[in-house]
């Protein structure tokens, strides 16, 4: 494998930590250059062997290294590291929230993940091939280092910790701009945690700096790594439904376009060895508070797009609210093959409302689902593409749940307590709200709450008196 820098094509050997073409400063993505070998064998071939592998108990094809030949065969299966990511459940809507939404559609939850968010299939690509390389180079003392909205810098240091001595981590977080949850996971892991003052996009800029002057490996997904271990998300999808993705749409949120650079290069990759015979719709979701990418695509004549970073606002979809994303020009490239490949119509980025994420979020959420704050952008950007034609109602999509609920739960409290500053322009839906209700028993209890049987004798018939009016139970007798 080697480093194909995307600007000037030029190429570079994996056996050093590079980010950037030294001559001309492009992005990178990760090539193949054997990949002729996996061509000698047809597509039914590579689905045999990962539905194969399935079956298997072995650690080094239990998570995204399912798809070893896929995403780095270079990797020696001894240093992949698994720490129980991939293969997250696809969970189908119920009735009720089809109808509502007016088609066919399923989470595929990535918070269901280690660190609880899609960053871990990344890291697990990333941290197996720095664990390789530690040891075929005999290096000391690796420092990574990562800017990050709160999930990558939880699943950097998730893995590092893993790595015990051979790896140490250092985090660097936009001040009061990722929430409690996020914050506390690399503290939990024990990583070095550095918060400043600005947004991601000042953060980003500080560890770009950072890893251009000193020997740190850098985990944003600046490194073609992380591109390569999220492709399995598409991987995934893809065997899901038995290798066919005729009429299916996958749905993505766009921050850093990381995420959606690897699902479509990973479709791309499938389709390209026969894996799959057709390539999906895949539609990308920004808020209308840090929407650079769609803006860039609002230009139809592709020759007069220029990319324009924007200055973000305050966003519920806060893991996404980045105005400069580093992958764009990875983007650009792969959006435009596939264009060719799938054809007008296959690829798009819809723009939502902070409003719309919220509400969507707890409409999917009070249908049984999980869905983070970015996967309430997800389903509200389904719903703006049905409305804008761009997907078609006999069509079944896939939206990505990139974190878990509970990473986000502050938004949904502002929500349900109507406390949103007001730059975030949210207004709750009395529907949607939900408070906690403190019962007062209506018995004496000398110190507040029961302490002898007899209060708690009647204490008990008290609560289960108030408790069946105020739910109106009917009596068994
Ligand atoms: C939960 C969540 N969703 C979506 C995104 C956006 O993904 P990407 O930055 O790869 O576009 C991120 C991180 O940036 C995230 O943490
Ligand atoms: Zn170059």
């Not at 002729?36 to 650690?59: E, I, T, V």
């Not at 936009?174 to 506390?184: A, D, F, M, N, R």
């Not at 209308?288 to 803006?295: Q, T």
């Amino acid at each position: 494998m080697v480093y194909r820098c995307l600007e000037c094509g030029a190429e570079y050997g994996i056996d050093q930590l590079l980010y950037i073409c030294p001559q001309c400063q492009g992005l990178f993505l990760l090539e193949d250059k054997a990949a002729d070998r996996l061509r000698r064998h047809p597509g039914s071939f590579w689905q045999r062997l990962f539905n194969y592998r399935k079956m298997l108990n072995a650690p080094a094809v239990k998570g995204i290294f399912l798809y070893h030949e896929l995403i780095a065969p270079v990797i020696p299966p001894d240093d992949i590291i698994f720490l129980g990511e991939g293969h997250t459940p696809q969970v189908a809507a119920n009735s009720r929230l089809q109808d509502e939404v007016g088609m066919a559609f399923g989470y595929k939850n990535d918070g269901q993940n280690p660190s609880a968010s899609f960053k871990d299939r990344g890291m697990a690509a990333a941290l197996s091939y720095l664990n390789y390389l530690i040891r075929t180079r005999n290096l000391e003392g690796v420092l990574a280092i990562c800017a990050s909205t709160g999930d990558t810098s939880a699943a950097a240091a998730l893995y590092a910790a893993y790595l015990g001595d051979r790896l140490a981590s250092a985090v660097l977080l936009p001040h009061g701009k990722v929430t409690p949850q996020q914050l506390s996971q690399p503290l939990g892991s024990g990583a070095r945690v550095f918060e400043i003052p600005g947004v991601f996009d000042d953060c980003m800029r500080v560890v770009e700096a950072l890893s251009e002057r000193y020997h740190v490996a850098l985990l944003n997904s600046k490194n073609s790594w992380r591109i390569r271990g999220q492709e399995s998300y598409a991987y995934e999808i893809a065997q899901w439904y038995d290798f066919h993705l005729h009429n299916k749409v996958i749905v993505v949120p766009i921050g850093n376009a990381g995420n959606i650079t690897a699902v479509l290069e990973g479709l791309l990759r499938c389709h390209d060895l026969g894996i799959i015979d057709s390539l999906p719709r895949v539609l990308g979701v920004q808020s209308h508070h840090a929407d650079p990418v769609f803006r860039y695509y609002q230009e139809q004549n592709p020759t007069k797009r220029i990319f324009v970073p924007v200055t973000v606002k305050a966003s519920v979809a806060q893991a996404a609210m980045i105005g400069r994303p580093v992958s764009m020009p990875r983007v650009i490239h792969r959006v435009e093959e596939y264009l060719r490949r799938a054809g007008e119509g296959s690829f798009a980025v819809v723009q939502v409302t902070e409003q719309e994420i919220m509400d969507a979020m707890l409409l999917a959420n009070r249908n049984g689902h999980i869905a983070c704050t970015q996967g309430g952008e997800s389903l509200a950007g389904l719903q703006a593409a049905l409305r804008a034609g761009l997907v078609r109602r006999d069509e079944e999509a896939v939206l990505d749940a990139t974190a878990h609920a509970l990473k986000f739960v502050s938004f949904q409290q502002m929500y349900f307590d109507n406390s949103f500053p007001p730059e975030f322009e949210v207004i709750p839906k009395p529907e949607y709200q939900n408070h906690p209700r403190l019962l007062t028993p209506q018995v004496n209890l000398a110190s507040g709450s029961p302490s002898s049987p007899v209060e708690q004798q009647a204490f008990t018939q008290d609560m289960v008196k108030q408790l069946a009016a105020i739910l109106k139970l009917k009596s068994k007798r």
